[in-house]
Structure formats: structure tokens, C-alpha cells
């Protein structure tokens, strides 16, 4: 079988993580094209990843650039965009959250993509390829807990990435849709329903940067969903100790957690702190694996035809919840999620 | 110094914990009388106790009896009642929770507490005496996290107590009330503030007859406190793995866990289950520690007329908030706590 | 039942947490009388243990206090001495470990006891009497992993009691002696068997000091049983973290393994240093409940006639196979315990 | 640069490993031919591989195959055979443990590399290609608790791997050169030195078949090193819980302890079982990473003609340890490790 050719938009940090995946450790898949309007991250491209074609101009590689997939990693506010060059150009997408910067764009996104149902679409909630993630879905759905009524989800970003939180907490769309959509997304996955009602609380407690824009550094909200199941959020922007993301999926015969500790590795330092367990940094080395298997299935998708298991509609509810509970932390009301 | 010479009432589960301790590793009190309606409660206490007066009546024992304080721990209708008898008579109460029925016997309970403070009264939130929640608190006072803007509250019953939780649903006051009741005073103890506010969601996911009575098996709540820092509760009643009481207090340098995982004890056994802990059966094992401490602490506070940290107020605005949370559980709506 | 009059020689550390204790805690005896050589210690009694007798010699005491049973928490060079004085006066007797300062004075400890086999004898192995302890001893007599056949023991003191440890290095016996002497009788306890041979290493690492003396600060040891079965040991003097105790018993159907983590208490704090367990500082610390549980057994025994699970063979052989780790150390051979 | 083109020999279960991630997870290396005496093995790496050119004899295809690199992953009995042949014919090698059967072989191994120094070698002790012990020893370099003076090392294979395990007994060389050997070179590596005596003690306590193989199924033993340090190490046969793979390194200023529970992952499930930890079936699962890291830290030794930190006296003085560790098993005696 033929291997699936594939051109990337946008190489930060995540990006490059994408293209050396693709580039290296996907069988089926080559990196045939990059584009960045930065040179160096297309000299990077060039150099280290062996790209032959590289642009600056998304149309352009889409266009002109022998691939049939392309996998977009720019900034959210040209996700609408380059969903809509791709997809009318008949190319596979996969993109990274969120399908557009706003609720209208993200519609706008839904329908080019549902109007291109023959090709494969994904989006990129990474955390449904993470192992262990995978592994509780699994059990679940094989009944080791029975049918699960609630969701308890936990997500704390690394303080020393307080300043580029600060920075782009405007344009990132705050907490709630920046961050917790990622927890929305796995809520709504383990209950397999959708979401009726939020509730939120919260504030700015550490940095009063987030104050002035109707942000908060720490929150907690509690949705409702159709069929009666909840779930809790808790989102935090300044974990001291790393990157904390923990999930608690609860049946009526157990319940599973996920990352209550959420350790660097499988190693334990006694010393004069105690008994110490070192935290993951950050999201590339907490979900290196999820990157990878994410983009291993999307590949396969395109290879075989096959529909991957999160798509358009996720993206687009996702973002509902999101806007919902950062509706509700401004109004201090439970808000319906119907926009 | 002079025993302190003490009077209790109710000798069930709860009730002969605290007698045996009173009797037995109380170095500086006495157990003189002991009332119950049950003769073989009285039976329990003359044999086992060695407690010389035993009552049926409340009222006499309360008169004739030559004792100090009166520990009441009997059901929940007579505290109030029993209150009232031993306040006026002049003695010294320390009382198990509830202060009342409901929010008009709490406040009269309130009421007659504060016009007898000369006479020492403490209520029974034992978690504030249990060795690690105490630990903690003196922790965060001396700056561990800086000061706790939230704190996380998971309270479950074990599922093999279901069948009482079941029967006595309606007396007891449901779940908010019977159980996430110590949740919100730890939450008021380590924000140092009162709520607000408070949302619930929850249902009758396991078992059904608690929706007959409009109470959850499985819930949870957030709440805003006047200073702006927040709680969430999560408050369940079928844990097959034991009974779990975990809390988290997050502050600007750090958050603290306590609880995780509801250890039996120090041992782990790695079979073919994978590597197992097992867990605390019920409230007397987690909190036998617990329960001993704050009768000391009662006891302490008689023999040296000082006041103990936990009194008819706290007693007072947990059930406030508890009726709140009940309320909006009924009405779905955001409650404000101003009963 | 009349409660059981005690009389305690030696009030220091241990001393006095067995005398607060028998005082307070345990409700079937009564503390009568206390002997210390040290004023300072007998001042304390009075006051604060409400002793009414207090000696300076322990003849004395024996002779003239009307006292059923001795506790004996002196310096291990009188221990011989005082069990000798005590069980020719007819008493009860309890001692802290060791039976005396060495094999002979042991064997000779051991011949008096079992002439008085009328009185009640038992030494202070309390880690048997630890609730972990006894919990895994119990699941393992009902089945839970099989028949062991092998224990592992890990004893590391901490390293702020250094000091101590190397000024009483020459006295106390050595590394062996003084601390391993306890985990060689979890390991006969749970193998129910005698060990055979032994082999040592180790060496001075972190303080020099204890080379001099021919001593460790960290060694490792193994021992054949005469079944069969195995145990290994390390032992050390300098654990930065606190006191860690750990044991692990292997059957066939599985493992048990306690104290992995010292935990101070059940709380976790997430900090800067990562996800950090504080940890026991020392034995007063995490053998509280056991100092408590053993006393009551020693009590309990006099009050009923019953023959305490651990006697003067515990003694006698545990030394035995210190003596012979000890050897092994110092010559570099495998080593039978047959001295 | 150019690819490193690799010809394999073995695609049983290590072997299809290796081969799988050469070909598609190691960007500069392409696997271009294949050896095996099975068919199906054969034909797995055309259809699955595509590897073009495959052969069944291994002299033919180091002659005949356009490759730089052998990657020997065929039966022990044929690595010091295959290790000529490749060396001689002045390819790179990289082989599975051992560099042979018996000691004779290993010697003679080492003796063809040394003598073709200019080609690169490297031996698979994966372990010290594992993030975890990667980390720890990084972490230690850098001084995070003193130079080391003991290591402590668990290895027990899972019990539902025992069939084979009986089978291979005789063959593989028993507990301590199959299985304990990845733990010798552990210890050497963390020590930075090479032990001097070693003292074994065990038996065959849960599968009498060992016995008459003069083989134990659970085992223990202590090594000296030569500049005064220790390790101990426990191994075993027969785990119910997974593949238990733990190791403890001890210093001056702390001690680091890894996998003290083989987590699966980072799931937890609470159920009427307790708090549980699934574990890790076998080394497949846990050391899958180590797999990649070490071939790929092969292929880039060969690349930039760099040496392996691990060679083949790594392979030779491991062995001879492990021998000296059976010969004390079975004589009962300290031995020397100097054969």
C-alpha cells in the first residue's frame, strides 16, 4: 500500500513534534511538504526533516505540493481558513484544536467538513490516544465499572508557563476554552452524552493579570448532561510541581483515576524532603505517546478509509461547553448550553 | 486537678466509641453516668464500663447525677432537646452533630449556648482532630501553600452501609446534611471564610429509592465564599472499595492532598489483582484517632476553661450551607446562603 | 477484675512512653510504682504520672511496692539483672529488648524465666504488635499468599540520630545487635522457623567513625532457614528522609509489603520539590500504637493467665542470630547460628 | 548522511521488536535484509517489514546483503558463531545478551570484538536505555545523592510465563545467567565497579521442577565490590501480579528507588478489590522504549562512529558474575568472582 503523503502547516512547538512524528515514526506516512511563514522553521524542515517542498503560502503547498493530507498546527485564528483551502482543495485534514476562533468559525468549519464527508477529518484532542486513557475507555467499555454517571477532571498548567499564559490569555480565548475544552472533550467521551447546564466559580488568586481580563487563574465548574450523569472541572494555571492532568471516571461498580500523581517517571527520590515523586513538565512530555498515536491514527484513517472516532462534531461541542462555562464564570448564573 | 466528671448519652456505634475512650484513655476524665433507653446499652455500660449510675431518662441523670459535662450522642431529634436540659442545668456539652433537626432547632441550640458562655460547649466535627487534618492545618498556618484560595472535598460511603443510609435517608436529612455537612466545615476551617453561594448537581445513579425521597446517592456542589476563594464537594454513597474521605486545600505555593487513597493501613499486597491496597471500612476505623482527640481536646478545654475551636457557630453555618445545597439540588438553581 | 499493679524501672524515651501508657491508656492496670536512678525522671512520675511511689533502687522497689508486674525499660546492661531481681520476687515481668548486654547474660535471662514459668514473661518485640503488622500476620495465617518463604527487611534509622548512634555504637552492640535484632525476629516470626547460616557486607559509607568500632553505617545480610526458606536484611543508619521500616513477605499466592513509603500521615503536598510524602521522623513516632499494643497484651496476659506470643526464645534466639550476623561481618564467611 | 543499512537475524519475540522499530521508528537507520530458519519469520518481514532481501542462512546474508550493520537477536546458542561472522566480515554489531553460551564463548566474543575495535559494538542491556534509569542515572552523575555505595535489585518474571521458563532452564543457564544477569549489570553500571565475592542463597519453593534442575525459582544473593560497596539482589520466577522490576540505588545524601510498583500505566481502579494498580505483563510492555532508545543509540554510535557506553565487557565480567552467583547457590559458599 501506498504511503500517505502529507504536508504540514505550522512547525512551533507542537508542530515539529506532529512533523517529526510524521516524518519518523509513522510507517505509512511521509512528510512530503512543510509550510511556516517563518524561515527558520522551514530551513528546520529542510534540514533536519528532510522536506523537500517548503512554502510560506498555505494555498501554495496545498496547491501545488504532490500530498493528500494535510495536517494544520498554525495559529487558531487561520484554523477556519486553512480547514476551508484544504478541504475544497479534496486533501484529508487533520488540525489541531480548535476548528476556529470562535463559536461562528467553528461552524463555519463543521459545515465545510460535513460537505466533504469523503474525505477523512480529525481533530486533534489528543488525550483520547494517550495510553492509559486509552486503556480505561477500554475497560470501561468492557464493564469494569459498570455504566459511568460521572466524570471528575483535573487540569493544571505548569506555573512557569504563567508568563505566556499571561500573554496570550486574550487571543487563547481564556481558561475555559484554551484548556478545559481538552476536559469538556473527555467528559463528554466517557459519558458518551452531551452536556446541558454549566455552572462556574472562580477568580484570579495568584496573577491579578487575569483579573483585568475577566480571566481566572484557578476555576471549578459542574455541568449537567442530557441523561442525567455530571461532571467536575477543575482548571488551574500555576502547579509548583508540573503539569497536572488528572481524570476520574466514576460506575457504579468502581471508579478509575487517572495521573493522581503525576510522576516524571518510574523513579522515587528519598532525601531530606521526604519521599518524592518528580512531575512531568509540560503537555509534549506528558503526551508524547498521545502526539504520536493521534497522528499514527489518523494516517491509518486516510490509508483505509476509515472514520477516526473524533471529529468536527467534538470540536464544535467542545467549544460549546467552553463558551457555556466561560459565560457562566462572568455571569455567576448555571448558563444552558445551547448557543 | 480534679477528673472532670462526665455524663453521656446514647451508647450506639458512636456513642460507646466515645464512652470507651472517656472510661478508658481519658486520663483526665471520668465516666460517671451513662443514659440510654436501651437496658442493654445500660447493661454495656455497668459491665464493660464499670459506670456506676445508669439512667433511662435524660432529665435525671442530668439532675442527680454528680457529674460536670454531658456528652450527648444520642439520635439526632434529641439534641437539640438534650441541649437545652444539660445547658441550663449548668453543665458543661460537647454534642455530636447535628445541633438540631433542622435550621430553627440548630439556631435555638445556637441561641441557648451563647446566653450559658461561661459553660464550655464544642461540637463533634471530629475530622478537625484527626492527626493528618490537623497536621496540615498547622502547616498551612505556618505557610506551606501560602493562604488556600480552594479546597476539594470527596466524601463516599461505603456501599455495604447502603441499606441504613437507605432507611434512615429522610430523618437523617439526605446527603447534603448527613454527610457532606463535615465537608463544608472543613472547607469553612481552612478558607477561614464563609460561603456564599452554591450550585449541586447529583442524582440517584445506584440506587434508586433515594429518588423517591429527592436525595442523590451521588452528587456534587461547588460553592463561592465571601472573600472570593471557592469549594467543590463530591459526596457518594456506595464506595465498594471502603470509605473515602479525601480533601485538597490549593494555595499560591502548593495544594495538599490528604487521603487519596483511603489506606487500610501500611501494607500493600501485589497479587494476581495487580498492587492492592485496601482500604478503611468506615467512619470508626479512619477516624478512631480522630475521635479520641477531639474528647480530649473537650475534656482539656473543661479542666482549663478554655474555649474549644469548634462551637455552636460552626455547628450553626455548616447546616446553613447544607440546607442551601440541598435546595439548589431541588431547584437547580444557585443558591444564595442567607437562610 | 482487680487491675494489675505495675512498677516501671527506667524513664527515659521509651521509658516514659510505656509509663504514660500504663497510666493513662491502658484500663486495666494501674502505674503503683517507678524507679530511675535519675531524679529528673522521678520528679516526672510524680507529677505528671501521679506515681505515688518512687525509688531510686530497683530492689527496692521490687521489695517494698505492692506491684504484680514489672516493667522493665533500663539500660540493657541492667536488664539481666532486673529480670533476675524481679522474677525471683515472684513478679510479672515485661523488658524492652535485649534479654542482656550478651549471649550469656541471655541464656542466663532465659534460664530464670523458665524456671518461673508461673509468671508472665514477655519482651518488647513491638513491631509484632504493630496494627499493619499484625493485619499482614493475620492474612497470611488465613491463606492470603500461601506458606512464606521468604521475608526481606529494610531498618534505616535516621540520620539526625546520628549522634546517638555512633556515642552508643560500643554499648549497644553494634548495627546488628541493636537495630537488625528486630527485623530478624519479624523474619522468624513470619517464616515460623530458626534460621541456620548467615552472611554479611557492608561497611562504613557516610561515617567513618563507625569503622573504628568495626561497625557498619549500611549492610546487607542474608540467612538459610532450617526449612528452607530465606530472609535478607538491610539495615543502615542514615536516612536523610526519616525512619523507614519496611518488610515484604513472599508466599507463593503473592506478596506483602509494609512501609514502602514511611509516610508521616496520610497527607501528600505538591510543591516545588514535585509530589512529596513527608516521612516518620523516628520509632516513638511510628511504633506508637504498637508501644501501646504490646503493653496491653503484657497486661492482659497477667490479668488472665494466658502466655504472651512472644518470650524469652524470641529473645534469646534473635540474639543469636545478631551475634552470628555480626560475626559474619567481621570474618567475610557464611556463619552458622549455632553459638 | 546516509542511512545505516541493518540486516537482522531473529524475528522471534525480541527479534520482530527490534526489527519493527529499525524499520520504521529509526529515522537513520533502513532494515534491509533479514535472517531467519523460519519461513513464517521470513515472510513476516517481506509483508510486514518490507525487507527485500531475506535469507535463511546468516553467512549468506552478511556476504551477500549491501548492509554496514548485524543486529543479532537469534538463539544464545548461535550469538558467538553469528558475532564471528559479522565481525570478520567487518560489520557493526549489535548483539541480544549473551556473547555466548558459556563463559569459553563470551571470552572468545570479547576477544573477535577487541580485536575489530574499529568496528562498533554494542550488547543489549536495555535497562540503561529505560527513560527511567536513564534519568536516575543522570540525575546521580550530577550528584543528587553522593557517589553510590549499594544497589538493591528485584527482578521476578510473571508467573504465567513459568512453562517456558521450565522448559528453558537448562538451556538458558538458569535464574541467575538468564535473568539476574540484567541486574548485575545494574549494579556495576550504578556503582561504576566490578564486585569481588558474591553469597547465594534460594530454592525451588513454588515449582519443584527447578529442583531437579539444580535451579531455584526464588533467590537472593550479595556481592562485594571491590572498592567496599554492596548490592543485593532478589529474583524470582513466579510473580501474580506481572513483571516486577525494581532497583534501588543508595547514597550519601539519599537513595533513588524505581518501579517500585510495575504500574501498568497511569490508571488506578477502585473496586471491591481496594485501591489497585494493574501491573505490567512482561518486558515487552515495560521495557518497549528501552528497546528503541538502545537500537537507536546503536545506530547513531555506528552513524558518527561513536563507542556504546555498553560493550562487550559489559556482556563478559556480567556473565561471569552470574556464574559466580549459581556456583555459590549451589556450593553453599561465599565465592570469588574471578573465574
Known amino acids: 500500500m501506498e504511503k500517505v503523503k502529507v504536508g504540514i ?10 512533523a517529526k512524528n510524521i516524518a519518523f515514526k509513522i510507517a505509512n506516512a511521509t512528510l512530503v ?15 533536519e526533516l528532510d522536506v523537500s517542498e517548503c512554502y510560506d503560502d498555505f494555498k501554495e503547498m496545498v496547491t501545488k505540493a504532490d500530498i493528500d493530507a494535510v495536517v494544520i498546527v498554525s495559529s487558531s485564528n487561520f484554523h477556519n481558513e486553512h480547514i476551508r483551502i484544504a478541504m475544497e482543495a479534496g486533501k484529508h485534514v487533520f488540525t489541531d484544536k480548535p476548528l476556529g476562533l470562535n463559536m461562528e468559525e467553528c461552524l463555519d468549519s463543521q459545515e465545510l467538513i460535513n460537505k466533504h464527508n469523503d ?10 490516544y494517550d495510553p492509559t486513557y486509552m486503556y480505561v475507555k477500554k475497560k470501561i467499555q468492557e464493564g469494569a465499572i459498570g455504566k459511568p454517571f460521572a466524570v ?12 505566556g499564559a499571561i500573554a496570550y490569555a486574550e487571543t487563547s480565548g481564556g481558561l475555559f476554552r484554551d484548556m478545559t475544552v481538552h476536559d469538556i ?10 452536556p446541558e447546564t454549566v455552572y462556574t466559580v472562580g477568580g484570579a488568586y495568584v496573577h491579578k493579570e487575569f483579573e483585568k481580563m475577566n480571566d ?19 482548571s488551574g494555571r500555576d502547579a509548583l510541581h508540573g503539569y497536572h492532568i488528572e481524570t476520574e471516571i466514576i460506575g457504579p461498580k468502581g471508579m478509575f483515576r487517572i495521573g493522581a500523581v503525576p510522576q516524571k517517571n518510574l523513579s522515587m527520590i528519598f532525601n531530606e524532603n521526604g519521599a518524592v515523586q518528580e512531575c512531568v513538565s509540560y503537555f509534549p512530555e506528558r503526551f508524547a505517546e498521545a502526539y504520536l498515536n493521534e497522528m499514527q491514527e489518523f494516517i491509518d484513517c486516510v490509508q483505509n478509509g476509515r472514520t477516526p472516532g473524533v471529529g468536527a462534531v467534538d470540536g464544535v461541542e467542545g ?7 466561560t459565560k457562566a464564570f462572568k455571569t455567576g448564573h448555571v448558563e444552558k448550553i445551547d448557543v
Request: with cysteine.
Open 9 to 18: 502547516v505550522g512547525l512551533g512547538r507542537l508542530g515539529s513534534c506532529h
Open 33 to 47: 511538504a512543510a509550510c511556516s511563514v517563518r524561515s527558520e522553521e522551514r530551513e528546520f524542515a529542510k534540514r
Open 119 to 128: 474525505q477523512i477529518f480529525m481533530i486533534g484532542y489528543m488525550r483520547r
Open 152 to 163: 471528575r477532571c483535573t487540569s493544571i498548567d505548569p506555573e512557569d508557563t504563567i508568563d
Open 185 to 194: 472533550d473527555l467528559a463528554r467521551w466517557f459519558l458518551e452524552d452531551e
Open 216 to 234: 481566572a487563574d484557578n476555576a471549578c465548574a459542574i455541568m449537567k448532561f442530557k441523561n442525567g450523569g455530571f461532571a467536575s472541572f477543575y
Open 319 to 325: 467549544m460549546r461547553v467552553a463558551y457555556a462555562m
